[in-house]
C-alpha cells in the first residue's frame, strides 16, 4: 500500500516538473529573449517590427540616474526614445549634491576639492560623487559630437571636468561659450 502511494505521488510529481517545463519552453517561445535578434533578422521590413519595441524600451523619470558618472551617453540610447530620456532627465535638473563632503585632493601644490557654492553661481553644474568630477546637464543632453568642441564641452558632456584649480574660471568660459549656448537653447527649446 505504502508503495502504491509513493509511486502515484512520483508520478504526480512527473507530470507537474513535465508541466512547468513545457510552460516555460512555451513562454520563452512568445517573448524572445533577445530583443536585437528580431530586427536583425528582418532588415528590409524595420518601420513594423520597430513599432512593438518602441512601446516596450520606455524611459521615464524612475530610470534618471542620478550620478552622472553613471549615466551613459544619450547617443548610445535607441534613436526612438532620446527625446523620453532627455525631457526625464531635463525634468530632473542638475545633480547638485550639496551635502556631500567632497573629497580633498592635492592638486598643483594644494589641497582643493569641488566647491558647493559653484552650485549657486552655475544652474548647469552637476557633481559626481562617483567620479569626483564636474558635468553639464544641458551639454550630456544636447552636445553635437560633430561640432568642434571649445572649452571642454565634451569634457563637461562625457568625462568630467576634475582640475579644481582654475574651477571657477573654466565654469565661466563654460558658460559663455557657443557650444554650450546652443545646447542650452536647445533645451529650451525642447521643453517648451
Ligand atoms: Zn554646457
Not at 3 to 16: A, M, S, V
Not at 24 to 44: C, M, V
Not at 122 to 136: G, Q, V
Amino acid at each position: 500500500m505504502n508503495t502504491e502511494l509513493i509511486l502515484k505521488f512520483d508520478y504526480d510529481l512527473n507530470c507537474k516538473l513535465r508541466m512547468f517545463k513545457m510552460s516555460k519552453r512555451t513562454l520563452r517561445t512568445y517573448f524572445p529573449s533577445t530583443s536585437g535578434t528580431g530586427t536583425s533578422a528582418t532588415p528590409g521590413t524595420n518601420d513594423s517590427t520597430n513599432q512593438p519595441k518602441i512601446r516596450r524600451v520606455e524611459f521615464s523619470q524612475s530610470n534618471v540616474v542620478g550620478d552622472p558618472g553613471n549615466r551613459k551617453p544619450i547617443e548610445e540610447y535607441a534613436h526612438e526614445i532620446r527625446d523620453q530620456v532627455r525631457r526625464a532627465y531635463a525634468l530632473s535638473g542638475p545633480t547638485q549634491p550639496r551635502n556631500f563632503i567632497f573629497p580633498r585632493k592635492w592638486q598643483t601644490g594644494q589641497w582643493r576639492s569641488f566647491q558647493k557654492t559653484w552650485f549657486d553661481e552655475f544652474d548647469w553644474l552637476e557633481y559626481s560623487e562617483k567620479k569626483d568630477a564636474a558635468y553639464c546637464l544641458y551639454c550630456y543632453l544636447f552636445f553635437d559630437p560633430g561640432k568642434l568642441e571649445k572649452f571642454g564641452s565634451s569634457v563637461f558632456a562625457k568625462d568630467g571636468y576634475v582640475n579644481w584649480k582654475n574651477a571657477k574660471d573654466t565654469f565661466n568660459q563654460h558658460s559663455t561659450c557657443k557650444t554650450h549656448n546652443n545646447a542650452r537653447l536647445k533645451c529650451d527649446d525642447f521643453m517648451n
